[in-house]
C-alpha cells in the first residue's frame, strides 16, 4: 500500500512477548497513530510515532469533565496477510459516540487508511496462534486545559495495538456465570448508553466487583427505568436462543450497539436460523430457562467475540441454561464466525478488509 502519514521511527524496536503467554492489553507495540484537533486547524498533525507516554495537563478538560470515547477491534493475520474486521463500522460508531459528547468527528476513510498504515508497519506484531489477534484500541479525549464546562476545543485521537491471546484455549468455549444487577443500572435512555463512552465503564465497576465476589463472572444489566427488561452482559451484547430462533435486545438507545450483535444477527439468518430483536423481561428468561424452552444464552463482543452463558442468578433464583454446557447454536456460530475473521473460510459478507 501507499504510505499515506508520515512515520516517526523509533531508535530500537521493542522484544515482543511469548505468544504462549498473551494476556489482555498488558503489552502495547512499537508505533501509534495519533493526531491533534484544534477549532482552527481542525484534525491535524497526523502520523505515526513511536508508542510513548503523552504529556497532559493537569488541567485537560477530560480529567475533570470526562469527554473521552474509544472504540475495540481486531487484526487477524491470515495465509493472505493481515486483515482487518469491518473497521469502517467502528469509526462510524465512534463518530456517534462523539456526536453525543460534543467531541469532532472523524473523517471515516482517513481513519481506516491510518490504521491499515499503522497495521502494515506492526504486521509482526499480530500474534498467529489459534484464536490469537491483534486487539486495536482507537481513543478520542478533550486536552483542551480549561476548568469551565463546555465542549472542549482541542482534542487528541490515538490509535494503540495490543496483541492478545485466544480468550478460550484451542476453540473450546467455557460458559460463564452471570449475575442479574437489579439495584444499580448501567445506563437510561437519553443517556450515553449507546456511546463507547469511557465513563460507562467507571460507572459500571461497582457491580461488576460485587458479581466478582458472589462467585459470578459477569453482569446482566437490566433497563434503567422499570429495571425488568434485558440490556447487555459486561462489555457484550446478550443473544437468547430458544430452539432454532434467536433472540437479543432491541436497541434502544441505551444498549451499545455491537459490531459483533449487528454481525451474528447476519451470519445467524444466513446460517438458516430465525432471528428476532425485540425487549425480553427478566421473568420471561427466567421461566422459559425454567421450562427448557430457553436453550441457550450467549453474550457477543470483540474481545470475546461469543461467550456462552450457563447460569444466571437473579434475585433469589439460580436458573441453569439448558445442560449448563456450551449448546450447538453458540458453538456454531462460534466457529462461523471465527473462520471468517481469521480467514479460513469465505467471508460471504465481504467483513475483511485485507491491510
Ligand atoms: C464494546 C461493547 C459491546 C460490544 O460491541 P462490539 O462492537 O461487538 O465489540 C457491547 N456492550 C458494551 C457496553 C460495549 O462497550
Redesign the pocket.
Known amino acids: 500500500m501507499v504510505a499515506k502519514f508520515e512515520v516517526v521511527e523509533r531508535n530500537e524496536l521493542k522484544q515482543k512477548p511469548d505468544q504462549d503467554n498473551l494476556s489482555f492489553g498488558i503489552h502495547f507495540t512499537d508505533y501509534m497513530f495519533t493526531m491533534d484537533y484544534s477549532e482552527e486547524l481542525g484534525w491535524h498533525n497526523k502520523k505515526i510515532v513511536p508508542y510513548e507516554d503523552i504529556p497532559m495537563s493537569p488541567a485537560s478538560q477530560v480529567l475533570h469533565y470526562g469527554q473521552a470515547v474509544f472504540e475495540?477491534l481486531k487484526a487477524y493475520k491470515t495465509a493472505a496477510g493481515a486483515q482487518l474486521f469491518r473497521p469502517n463500522e467502528n469509526f462510524k460508531r465512534m463518530n456517534k459516540s462523539c456526536e453525543r459528547l460534543e467531541m469532532p468527528q472523524l473523517d471515516v476513510e482517513e481513519a481506516v487508511q491510518a490504521l491499515k498504515q499503522l497495521i502494515s508497519i506492526e504486521q509482526d506484531w499480530i500474534p498467529t496462534g489459534e484464536g490469537q489477534s491483534l486487539y486495536i484500541r482507537p481513543i478520542m479525549y478533550a486536552n483542551e486545559p480549561y476548568l469551565g464546562v463546555r465542549p472542549a476545543t482541542s482534542y487528541k485521537f490515538l490509535i494503540i495495538l495490543t496483541p492478545v491471546g485466544a480468550y478460550y484455549g484451542k476453540g473450546h468455549l467455557t460458559p460463564i456465570k452471570i449475575f442479574v444487577e437489579d439495584e444499580y443500572v448501567r445506563a437510561v435512555r437519553g443517556g450515553v448508553g449507546f456511546a463507547?463512552a469511557a465513563g460507562?465503564y467507571a460507572a459500571s465497576l461497582i457491580a461488576q466487583s460485587r458479581a466478582e465476589k458472589l462467585g459470578y463472572n459477569q453482569v446482566l444489566w437490566l433497563d434503567g427505568v422499570e429495571q425488568s427488561y434485558i440490556e447487555?452482559v459486561g462489555?457484550?451484547?446478550i443473544f437468547f436462543v430458544f430452539g432454532n430462533k434467536l433472540v437479543t435486545p432491541q436497541l434502544n438507545g441505551s444498549i451499545?450497539p455491537?459490531?459483533?450483535?449487528k454481525s451474528i444477527l447476519q451470519l445467524a439468518a444466513h446460517l438458516g436460523y430465525e432471528v428476532e430483536e425485540r425487549r425480553i423481561h427478566i421473568d420471561e428468561v427466567v421461566s422459559a430457562a425454567k421450562d427448557g424452552s430457553l436453550t441457550e444464552v450467549f453474550g457477543?463482543?470483540?474481545a470475546v467475540v461469543i461467550s456462552p452463558v450457563g447460569e444466571i442468578k437473579y434475585k433469589d433464583e439460580v436458573v441453569t441454561i439448558g445442560s449448563g454446557n456450551t449448546g450447538e447454536v453458540t458453538q456454531k456460530l462460534y466457529d462461523a464466525y471465527t473462520s471468517i475473521q481469521n480467514g479460513t473460510s469465505e467471508d460471504p459478507f465481504r467483513w475483511c478488509l485485507s491491510v
Do not use: V
Request: hydrophobic share 25%; proline share 0%; aromatic share 0%.
Open positions: 475495540g463507547k460507562n447487555e462489555s457484550m451484547n451499545l455491537g459490531i459483533t450483535r457477543a463482543g470483540t
